[in-house]
């Protein structure tokens, strides 16, 4: 069922866990996703990047993707299809494709030129219903040809922008997009018990959940921590079940060639990342709550 992000965030943080936000790419990576939050009874919300959604060929094939696929499949629990690190336009565009929520990064203006497109794009989204995050202090590493450094958000500027009603926040904490390097300073806690203190309800948002250990992940959502955003640590399971499927030579057996048959364990593998977030997030079970 197609919804925007609000609900499900506000009874995320009421409730103590996180919702996932489980980024898609292709038709593939989308019907596991939701197949998986349908088995587990878990609300969920699927992450376009402006990239992901040229590659996929437009904003409005993936929303009538996503629209058909979730009413064919018969998928009750909660789904939000949202803009990732959307742009200004990005974001105007997924508006007119039909997309429940989106994302505006406005973390790399200036303070006061990410209020100002803010507030503009709040009213037009709550105006049609849409949910809508924002983010203060940029999420390290790259994403989309997008770099961030990774600094840690100013707890006063994540109030000046959560005052504006957005429906949740991206601070950024040390957290960083991809792979995290050995030498990660790790989270910092402090920064985000100074958001929180300062946001008080609003839910807040952790990019970057590929590898972050687990107890980490436990005390982020300790401190105010409702969604969790993970991307290329499906990307790496659906690459490494590829893979496996290849090196054993099974795509040149029968039809092993087919990519119906080709795709699957990598399908799977997405499905078990899927529903292994699920649980370490809290959100199984909780699609009727
Ligand atoms: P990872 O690719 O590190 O999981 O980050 C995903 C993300 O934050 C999308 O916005």
Not at 87 to 99: M, R
Not at 141 to 169: S, T, Y
Request: glycine share 12%; aromatic share 6%; net charge negative.
């Amino acid at each position: 069922m197609l919804v925007s992000a609000t609900e499900m965030l506000k009874k995320a943080k009421a409730g103590h866990y996180a919702v996932g936000q489980f980024n898609i790419n292709n038709l593939e990576w989308t019907k596991s996703i939701l197949l998986t939050a349908q088995e587990l009874n878990s609300p969920v919300i699927l992450g376009v990047s402006e990239g992901a959604g040229k590659y996929m060929s437009g904003f409005k094939t993936v929303a009538a993707m996503v629209k058909a696929m979730d009413e064919e499949l018969g998928i009750t629990v909660p789904v939000a299809l949202h803009l990732d690190h959307g742009s200004y336009e990005g974001c105007y565009k997924c508006i007119k494709a039909g997309f429940t929520s989106i994302m505006f990064d406005g973390s790399h203006y200036p303070i006061e030129e990410n209020v100002a497109k803010t507030t503009e794009l709040v009213n037009v989204a709550h105006a049609l219903g849409l949910s809508i995050e924002a983010e203060v202090g940029s999420i390290g590493g790259e994403e989309d040809g997008v770099v961030g450094a990774g600094e840690c958000a100013d707890p006063k500027e994540c109030k000046m922008i959560a005052d504006l009603g957005v429906d949740m926040l991206a601070a950024g904490i040390g957290n960083i997009h991809g792979k995290y390097p050995e030498n990660w300073a790790g989270l910092s806690f402090e920064t985000l018990d100074a958001v929180q203190q300062e946001t008080g309800i609003m839910p807040l948002v952790l990019h970057g959940g590929t590898g972050i250990p687990e107890d980490m992940i436990k005390k982020a959502i300790d401190l105010g921590v409702s969604k969790i955003n993970v991307n290329t640590e499906c990307q790496l399971s659906f690459q490494e079940a590829t893979r496996k499927y290849i090196e054993e030579g099974k795509d040149l057996q029968g039809k092993g060639f087919d990519p119906r048959k080709l795709l699957a364990p990598g399908a799977q593998a997405i499905c078990d990342t899927v529903k292994e977030k699920m649980e370490l997030f809290g959100s199984v079970g909780k699609a009727n709550d």
